[in-house]
């Protein structure tokens, strides 16, 4: 089964630069979601977008960006790097089910590493 | 406040044998989901087992049970008849109300190790 596809899997780059990761959804799957997740952390939610509209926003910085497109593919955008945006960022994708919560299905990550 | 809580930072099972991850939740709605996540060293995030809160049943997925106690808001993950590869980290998550509320709460995680 097609699953969550992110790129690149891994980025580095050097302080104050910029970076864009990318993320193509199941297939059919309408909302999109991204996830970053320090060393030693759990995954901290950051924003998503239904039906290519943004429909929650999280712990962000405001040096991010993200939208989904019209083939619901998304792309978070970086700029300012800091050292500390150095993690593990997810994707992940889900379909809505009428009243029962939708599960998430996660992508492989991208591992940034910020110099 | 933390909404979900594993306390066990790290557990160990003999091959084989059954494990249980715990997981206590918070919230003060009706409605609420509840997954369970691997995370092998590779880094990947791979999806294992929901319960919704309205579901009667305890769910199960092979190898993975969910018990779920609504009333001392706990779901807590057996492994029944552990591998080597399932040795990994282990997040419970929840997410709460119904469709728009996206934000899903990930617990610290429990790591573990399967000895063979």
């Known amino acids: 089964a097609a699953g969550v596809i992110q790129s690149p899997r891994h980025l580095i780059k050097e302080k104050r630069e910029t970076a864009t990761l990318k993320c193509y959804p199941i297939?059919?799957?309408?909302?999109v979601y991204w996830y970053q997740q320090g060393p030693g952390q759990d995954p901290q939610f950051l924003i998503s977008?239904?039906?290519?509209?943004?429909?929650d926003k999280g712990s962000i910085p405001d040096r991010f960006s993200a939208q989904q497109f019209s083939d619901y593919h998304s792309e978070l955008n970086m700029s300012s790097l800091e050292l500390g945006d150095s993690a593990l960022y997810f994707c992940?994708?889900?379909?809505?089910?009428?009243?029962?919560?939708?599960?998430?299905?996660f992508g492989p990550g991208t591992r940034l590493l910020v110099l | 406040a933390q909404k979900i809580t594993q306390t066990q930072p790290g557990m160990f099972v003999q091959e084989k044998e059954a494990v249980t991850l715990d997981c206590t939740y918070d919230?003060?709605?009706?409605?609420?989901?509840l997954f369970w996540y691997k995370q092998p060293s590779s880094g990947e995030m791979i999806f294992l087992i929901y319960?919704?809160?309205?579901?009667?049943q305890n769910a199960t997925e092979g190898r993975y049970s969910l018990n779920f106690q609504k009333a001392r808001k706990s779901a807590n993950l057996v492994i029944s008849a552990s591998q080597l590869g399932d040795s990994a980290m282990y997040f419970c998550?929840?997410?709460?109300?119904?469709?728009?509320?996206?934000?899903?709460?990930f617990g610290a995680g429990t790591r573990l190790t399967v000895k063979p």
């Open positions: 977008f239904y039906e290519k509209m943004q429909s």
């Open positions: 297939p059919r799957h309408d909302t």
């Open positions: 319960q919704g809160s309205y579901d009667e």
């Open positions: 998550a929840m997410r709460e109300g119904l469709g728009n509320n996206n934000d899903m709460r």
């Open positions: 992940a994708s889900s379909a809505r089910q009428g009243a029962r919560l939708e599960t998430q299905y």
């Open positions: 919230t003060s709605d009706q409605s609420y989901g």
